[in-house]
C-alpha cells in the first residue's frame, strides 16, 4: 500500500511516500529554520505562508522521486493535530483536495503518534507492545504502545515540555534557533557538575514530571550573573541543564520498564536527538536488560514518512476520515479534543 503522507504542524513542510508502514520510497522535506532563525523561533504566519508556497512542489517531488504516478497512491494521509493551527491546516486542506481528487481514503494521523511511528521505520522487527518516552518541544510523556493504534499514557509534563525549556535556555544564551540543537553541541564540552539545578520529585503519579522549575532556576542564574556582572559558564551550564532532564525524565523509564515488565523502550520526538538522553538511555536499559530502539537524527525532526508509517496502521484499524476532517492546534495522543 503507497501513502503519500503530508506533515505541516510547524516550520517544516514534508511530503513522502510510504510503503506498508514500513518502506520509505522518498521522504522530501523543505525546511524553514534559515528564515525563522533571524527572529529566534517559528513565526507561525510566515510558517503558514511557507507551507502554502512549498507544499504542491513536494507532491510532485515525491512522486518524480519514486516514478509513481497519481494512479500509484493508494491513500493520503495528515498530520491534522496538534501544531501551529494555521500550519496544520494547511496541510489538512492540501490533503482532503488530494484525497478528494483522486478519489482515494483520507488518514488523519496524530503528530506524536506520527513520531512514535518513526521508530517502525528505523527498526522493521519493532512490534507493539513497548514503552515510548516522547520528548519533543511541545510534548513530553511517557506512553506504553499496547497496540498500533491502542495506547496509554502512563506520564506526562505538567508544565512545559523538556524541548520547550532546552530551546528557551538556549534563546537567553544567545545561542542560533533551533536552540535545543546548539545547547546539545556546546553542552559535551561542559561540566555537568558545574551548576546544581533542581530535579522535579515524583507527585501523586510517579510518571508525571515537571521542567517549569528548572526552566526558572537556569533563566534566573543567567539573568542574575548579568546584574552583577559574572560571567556564566555556558558549556558548564549546558552540561548541568542537559543532565537535569535527563535525570527527570530517565528514572521514570526505569520505573515503567520495572513496573509493566516490559523490555522494549523506544525513543521518539525531536529532542530523542539530545545525545544526553540517548546516552543515558542506553545505559539504563543494559543495567535493566531492555532492548532500546532510538530513531536515527534524520527521522527525529519532523517529517512525513513517520506520518506515513502510523498512517498504514491507523488504515487497517479503520480510521479514516471525510471532507469534514479539520485541524486541531490541541489534542490527545489518544484521540480526545483537550
Known amino acids: 500500500m503507497n501513502i503519500l503522507s503530508v506533515e505541516s504542524s510547524c516550520d517544516e513542510t514534508a511530503v513522502a511516500i510510504v510503503q506498508d508502514g514500513r518502506k520509505v520510497l522518498t521522504d522530501c522535506i523543505a525546511s524553514q529554520v ?9 513565526v507561525p504566519e510566515i510558517a503558514s505562508r511557507k507551507h502554502i508556497e512549498a507544499i504542491y512542489g513536494l507532491a510532485d517531488q515525491a512522486l518524480a ?54 521508530n517502525y521505520l528505523a527498526y522493521p522487527e519493532l512490534e507493539p507492545p513497548f514503552l515510548c518516552l ?11 504502545i499496547q497496540d498500533y493504534t491502542k495506547m496509554r499514557i502512563l506520564g506526562t509534563t505538567l508544565d512545559d515540555a523538556a524541548g520547550e525549556c532546552f530551546d528557551k535556555v538556549a534563546r537567553v544564551l544567545g545561542m542560533p534557533y533551533p536552540g535545543g540543537a546548539a545547547l546539545d553541541r556546546v553542552a559535551k564540552e561542559g561540566d555537568e557538575t558545574r551548576y546544581n539545578l ?5 507527585g501523586a503519579n510517579p510518571y508525571d514530571m515537571s521542567f517549569s522549575g528548572l526552566k526558572t532556576a ?14 556564566v559558564d ?13 535525570d527527570t525524565l530517565v528514572p521514570r523509564v526505569v520505573r515503567a520498564i520495572e513496573e509493566t515488565g516490559l523490555r522494549k523502550i523506544a525513543v521518539a520526538g525531536g529532542v530523542a536527538a539530545n545525545s544526553r538522553i540517548r546516552r543515558d538511555i542506553l545505559a539504563a536499559a543494559e543495567r535493566l536488560g531492555a532492548e532500546v530502539y532510538m ?29 469534514s476532517l479539520n485541524a486541531y ?3 490527545s495522543i489518544l484521540g480526545e479534543k483537550l
Open 134 to 144: 516522547v520528548v519533543s518541544g511541545g510534548h513530553t510523556m511517557i506512553v506504553e
Open 329 to 331: 492546534a490541541t489534542k
Open 234 to 246: 555556558i558549556p558548564g551550564l549546558c552540561a548541568s541543564f542537559s543532565a537535569a532532564v535527563s
Open 34 to 42: 534559515a528564515l525563522h532563525r533571524e527572529y529566534g523561533g517559528v
Open 295 to 323: 530513531p536515527p537524527l534524520s527521522l527525529c525532526g519532523d517529517n512525513g514518512a513517520m506520518i506515513g508509517a502510523q498512517a498504514y496502521y491507523e488504515y487497517l484499524a479503520g480510521n479514516v476520515a471525510d471532507m
Open 198 to 202: 533542581p530535579r522535579s520529585k515524583p
Open 65 to 118: 522521486e519514486t516514478q509513481l504516478t497519481r494512479e500509484d497512491i493508494d491513500a493520503i494521509a495528515v498530520t491534522y493535530a496538534p501544531g501551529l493551527i494555521g500550519a496544520v491546516l494547511v496541510g489538512v486542506n492540501f490533503a482532503k483536495a488530494a484525497a478528494l481528487a483522486l478519489n482515494k481514503p483520507l488518514i488523519p494521523v496524530h503528530h506524536i503518534r506520527g513520531h512514535i511511528a518513526a
Open 218 to 231: 537556569a533563566l534566573n542564574l543567567i539573568h542574575h550573573a548579568e546584574q552583577v556582572g559574572e560571567e
